[in-house]
């Protein structure tokens, strides 16, 4: 079938799906499209014939319910993919949809599954993941990204509530993970809630701290380690748990957890190269409110798997899979503080602590400290603070060779 190119699509994004159409920005010559259409084609040429040696973690790349697998180039600008519906957007308009399917993993969790010829997403580009699902982009040839794919946990859309990354606070894998929630206070008494633990991944997370008082709660125990270096299968990050209220029913307003960070594979038969950033953090916990309740415990980080024959990690690049903070106790008088987001660095994000009776939110784990913080204890009838969450997973495996530059940041530290 001939290419053809809709004069609609206005962002700078390239679909090219072989045999089929090619998708282009509005501006794109013939020429360009059909470039695009026969480089895709060559490289599904010899996809079909290699598939059974090439053996991604997680997916198989022949599974038919794929489709034919597509060129997809972001060129500039702001996208949005849903691992829900396959849905991808730009700030200007709906995309066409990339090949791809919700599959079975060898455990029966389910993911998200797109099928690419080539991947590249552009220094000046950004693709933001949400849905429910973990992603898999299977790459029959190379993949480049050179700027940023965030799956990480986030504000939804109405910037009223947070929300999991896609494939984070998964209840089946995480039973032991989750944050137990602070225990509230005995109801008419004036001691505070407890804070809430941090959630737990890839190391144990931060226990939540005792409220004070009479009728105090207690803090909320941390939530597990789980999950091995390999991402088999490919998973999420955990919740940490929800603060305890406080001891009048009218008020019942404990800190809300904070959320895991979601997973990405890229798995390609030819090489991944990475010199922008992919980032899969948690969530805060919440702040106890001003009537003495218990900070949410933080987020875990989620996960990342990258797998080609060659890796190439390159200085400028950024792997971050860190925990978040978890949020401060409330007290009468001063507002408490949340947890902080998952930072993309070595540096641990800090817990809420913002005034002097509620007890201080755990850190976040990040670099060096894999770990979510403890929260300290209430003072003065005031609420508890919540554990901060860990680190999750990343994983870099090239077939052949992978290479880290030792002056890319990559946080934890990647397993092979």
């Not at 059974?52 to 597509?70: F, M, Y």
């Not at 992603?135 to 799956?151: N, P, R």
């Not at 603060?243 to 979601?262: C, E, K, L, Q, T």
């Not at 940041?409 to 990647?414: I, L, R």
């Amino acid at each position: 079938m001939d290419g053809f190119t809709p004069a609609a699509i206005t962002a700078s994004v390239v679909l090219t799906q072989v045999m089929a159409c090619t998708f282009a920005p509005s501006g794109a010559g013939d020429g360009q499209a059909a470039d695009a259409a026969a480089d895709a084609a060559a490289t599904i040429d010899t996809a079909a014939a290699s598939c059974a040696s090439w053996n991604p973690p997680n997916v198989d790349p022949c599974d038919p319910r794929l489709g034919e697998p597509a060129v997809l180039d972001f060129d500039g600008g702001a996208f949005g993919y849903d691992t829900d519906t396959g849905a991808l957007t730009s700030l200007v308009s709906q995309l066409p949809v990339p090949p791809g399917a919700l599959v079975e993993q060898h455990d029966g969790t389910i993911v998200r599954v797109v099928n690419v010829a080539s991947l590249r997403v552009s220094g000046s580009s950004t693709l933001t993941v949400t849905g429910a699902h973990a992603l898999v982009f299977v790459v029959h040839g190379d993949a480049t990204i050179d700027g940023v794919i965030d799956v990480s946990a986030r504000l939804d859309a109405t910037g009223t509530m947070f929300i999991a990354g896609p494939g984070g606070n998964d209840a089946a894998r995480c039973v032991t993970g989750t944050g137990r929630p602070g225990e509230a206070t005995t109801v008419g008494s004036a001691g505070g809630g407890g804070g809430a633990g941090g959630g737990g991944f890839a190391a144990n997370a931060g226990d939540g701290g005792n409220g004070h008082g009479s009728g105090h709660g207690a803090g909320g125990g941390k939530g597990a380690s789980g999950g091995g270096p390999s991402i088999e299968p490919l998973r999420g990050g955990c919740a940490g748990g929800t603060g305890g209220d406080d001891g009048d029913p009218s008020i019942d307003a404990g800190g809300h957890a904070g959320d895991g960070g979601g997973a990405l594979e890229i798995s390609a038969r030819g090489d991944v190269v990475v010199a922008g950033a992919i980032a899969a953090g948690g969530s805060g916990g919440g702040a106890g409110a001003l009537a003495r309740s218990g900070g949410g415990g933080g987020g875990s980080g989620g996960a990342i798997l990258l797998d080609g024959e060659t890796v190439r990690i390159l200085a400028t690049a950024s792997l971050c899979a860190n925990g978040a903070g978890g949020g401060e106790g409330g007290q009468l008088a001063v507002a408490s503080q949340p947890g902080g987001m998952a930072t993309c660095s070595q540096l641990r994000s800090t817990g809420g602590a913002n005034q002097a009776d509620g007890g201080d939110g755990g850190a976040g784990g990040a670099g060096a400290v894999p770990a979510g913080g403890n929260a300290t204890n209430g003072t003065s009838n005031a609420g508890g603070g919540g554990g901060g969450g860990s680190v999750g997973r990343i994983r870099v495996r090239g077939r052949t060779t992978r290479t880290v530059d030792g002056a890319a940041t990559v946080s934890p530290a990647p397993a092979s």
